[in-house]
């Protein structure tokens, strides 16, 4: 294996970061849930038709994603989702009873009735908080079930957790927001982006992954500057070239064709996406479960890559204005690469 590492760190290197989770992000993702099922589905009187199918996919999705890293969060989620399934020959639940499940089912502990938020907690009250949380669950939702089939349950009430993947996420999790974020703008705005999903399939997990951030920084864009804008905490195309710059394509780079994937230019035209780079990088911010963090694990979950034993082959060159020049070339080999990746780790561990 080998590697050519840059003389000057960067915040995130697409080969090299070491894996982490951000301090509240499991606390805004429990409390968006809290607050999706507690209050948003609760502006219903009645929940029937497309609405309770929605809600019940759902909370399967949820209850399936979160087995594996958030046992008890899961749990209690089934618990939830055997209430509501007990409406399924009535066809609709109402307000009422659905509330009678929360109190009884939804344990509080996990899931708070008034989140606090940490990373989503906005300069005011009214600014960021539930719909940060909610992107943020969807997107760890896409990337929680890039790894097929998860969770590896015996149980067969888990049988949809075996066919769960990031393109039924996403699907799922849409579903949820137009029949019931109560913003009634944005639900609209998301439901017509949506529907592309309908018109032009994506064909690979790592596509729903993409084809929510793409949709995420499209929002940004529509609502910079706005009332909604926190600012604190404005509305830009993520990630910024400062967070990750290997996520961009420079106007310098010596080879754009050897960029792996495909760039492609976003709707302004005045930038180029290295979007295996964003893929990783949106595995690391996101992601629950770092615990095979390799390129090479992640782009196979993605799908982007479906032959375990064929070699992918991913350039990054240096970010625009660094003080280095040259390319980092890796050869990725499934395993070789993997056992590389932790060995680099544990030299630099040791060093520093």
Request: charged fraction near 15%; proline fraction near 7%; charge should be neutral.
């Amino acid at each position: 294996c080998f590697l050519l590492l840059p003389s000057t760190a960067f915040p995130f290197h697409p080969l090299l970061s070491p894996p982490s989770i951000p301090r509240g992000q499991i606390t805004d993702i429990l409390g968006a849930i809290s607050y999706a099922l507690r209050r948003e589905v609760t502006l219903h009187n009645i929940i029937s038709g497309t609405a309770y199918s929605a809600l019940l996919q759902f909370v399967q999705l949820l209850e399936c994603s979160f087995q594996v890293d958030l046992p008890k969060a899961s749990v209690s989620l089934g618990a939830v989702r055997e209430g509501l399934e007990g409406r399924i020959s009535a066809g609709f639940i109402i307000r009422r009873d659905w509330l009678r499940i929360l109190d009884t089912k939804l344990d509080p502990n996990i899931f708070p009735p008034d989140p606090v938020w940490e990373r989503c907690n906005g300069s005011k009250p009214h600014l960021r908080g539930f719909p940060c949380g909610l992107w943020m669950l969807m997107h760890s939702l896409t990337l929680l079930t890039l790894s097929v089939p998860r969770p590896r349950s015996t149980d067969p009430s888990f049988e949809a957790c075996h066919t769960c993947s990031s393109k039924e996420a996403l699907k799922t999790s849409s579903k949820f927001i137009t029949n019931f974020f109560s913003c009634e703008h944005c639900r609209t705005h998301f439901a017509e982006m949506a529907l592309s999903l309908s018109t032009e399939p994506l064909q690979h997990d790592g596509d729903a992954v993409l084809w929510l951030w793409e949709a995420h920084n499209s929002v940004n864009k529509r609502l910079e500057g706005g009332a909604s804008t926190d600012p604190m905490f404005p509305k830009v195309q993520f990630p910024a070239k400062d967070v990750c710059p290997y996520c961009y394509v420079s106007g310098d780079n010596p080879e754009p064709g050897a960029i792996a994937m495909v760039e492609a230019p976003d709707a302004d035209s005045r930038r180029i996406w290295n979007r295996t780079a964003v893929l990783l990088f949106l595995w690391n911010f996101y992601s629950l479960n770092h615990s095979d963090f390799t390129t090479a694990n992640v782009v196979l979950k993605a799908a982007w890559v479906t032959d375990k034993s064929s070699e992918l082959h991913i350039r990054f060159y240096t970010p625009s204005g660094a003080n280095q020049t040259g390319q980092y070339d890796v050869l990725v080999a499934g395993t070789l690469y993997s056992l590389c990746f932790t060995l680099m780790l544990t030299v630099a561990y040791l060093l520093f």
